[in-house]
Every structure is written in C-alpha cells, then in structure tokens.
T-cell receptor
C-alpha cells in the first residue's frame, strides 16, 4: 500500500522555469491538498480538491495552478517559478469531511528556485 | 478565515519530563487533528479529536470544542518525541479546508 506518493522529491529550478509536482494516492480518497512549508513555519494550504474535476484556492494560491483530472492524482504547477517559491511541498489526502478519517501526507518535495 | 494558534512555539525538555501543548482556534470547526513531524520531515497523525479525550500510550489529547481549544499531553518524554507538533483544524466553509497552526518545536534532551 503506497499511500500518498509525491514526485519529484527534489528539484532545482531557475527563475522563470515551469514545473509540475505530481501527487498520487491509492486509497480512493475524495479530498486532496497541496501545502507548502517554509523554514520554521507551519503548513500553509495552497490549493485543494474535494473530488475529481474540482479545485479550490487555499491560503496562498498565487503563483500556482492545480488540476484533478483523475481522482487518484492531484497536480501542482508552477508556471513561472520565483525564488519565493523555494519551499518544501506536501501533498495530503483524506476520505472526506465528517468521516473521522485522518489526513495522510506524502513525504514532501524539496523545491529550490535560484 | 479561521486562525489557529499554538503555544509554546518552542519547548526544551529533559528526558522523562511531562509537557502540555496548547492549540487555540478562532471559530467552530468540524474536526481537529494533532500531527508530529519528525526531524526527517515526515508527518504522522497522532489524534483525530474533534471533542473529548483520547489516549495513545504516553500521549493523550483533549479538545473542548465549546471553548475552542485543544491540549496535547506528553508524559515521560523520550528523545524520539523531538520534532514539531502541529494542530490542524477542518474549517467548514463549504469546501472543508484543513488549516494548520505554526507548530510547537520540541527538543527532548537525553
């Protein structure tokens, strides 16, 4: 059981380059999330999805786009990377609200923008 | 949006000591969870606790939803307890966002 898998785990980008982070879960979860974690800080919600084909903005959505074309996958895109987007990115999923189910996290993706 | 505040921000304990971590939230929530992030960055769920009290070994948690706070108790701390403890609440805004506090950084000395 793989749980939540993020790729890539490490990436260095130049300012202005684009990239996509992939999150895959094999637990048939409805809800998926992308967070970023900066040094010494908590996790801030970038975007989230409540089901296939749906996405919504979180606390810090600017500079990012997302897509949920398949239930098991949630993609996070950076169209034009900036140094301020240097961070650790975590994907998470859960069965749904009011379900009593915990949130499962991926292992993180370390992104550096130079 | 909802505000989640955790205290203390940093905590240093001698191995064997007990501690209490606090999480305050500014509005009613659907649920509340406690997580531990180990020194390698891995996030592990500790408790799903929208209300009441739960215990798991040396850890226990209590949430008083009507007063908008939750407490995480660590007894007989061990060096492996070191890391960051996060409180996260599920905000019912029609989209059910899960918002994290800034965390409590715990270091347990041998």
């Amino acid at each position: 059981n793989a749980g939540v898998t993020q790729t890539p785990k490490f990436r260095v980008l130049k300012t202005g380059q684009s990239m996509t982070l992939l999150c895959a879960q094999d637990m048939n979860h409805e809800y998926m999330y992308w967070y970023r974690q900066d040094p010494g800080m908590g996790l801030r919600l970038i975007h989230y999805s409540v089901g296939e084909g749906t996405t919504a903005k979180g606390e810090v959505p600017d500079g990012y786009n997302v897509s949920r074309l398949k239930k098991q996958n949630f993609l996070l895109g950076l169209e034009s990377a900036a140094p301020s987007q240097t961070s650790v990115y975590f994907c998470a999923s859960t069965l749904g609200p009011y379900s009593g189910n915990t949130i499962y996290f991926g292992e993180g993706s370390w992104l550096t923008v130079v | 949006g909802i505000q989640v505040e955790q205290s203390p921000p940093d905590l240093i304990l001698q191995e064997g000591a007990n501690s209490t971590l606090r999480c305050n939230f500014s509005d009613s929530v659907n649920n509340l969870q406690w997580f531990h992030q180990n020194p390698w960055g891995q996030l592990i769920n500790l408790f799903y606790i929208p209300s009441g009290t739960k215990q798991n070994g040396r850890l226990s948690a209590t949430t008083v939803a009507t007063e908008r706070y939750s407490l995480l108790y660590i007894s007989s701390s061990q060096t492996t307890d070191s890391g960051v403890y996060f409180c996260a609440v599920e905000e019912d805004t029609g989209g059910f966002k899960t918002i994290f506090g800034a965390g409590t950084r715990l270091f347990v000395k041998a």
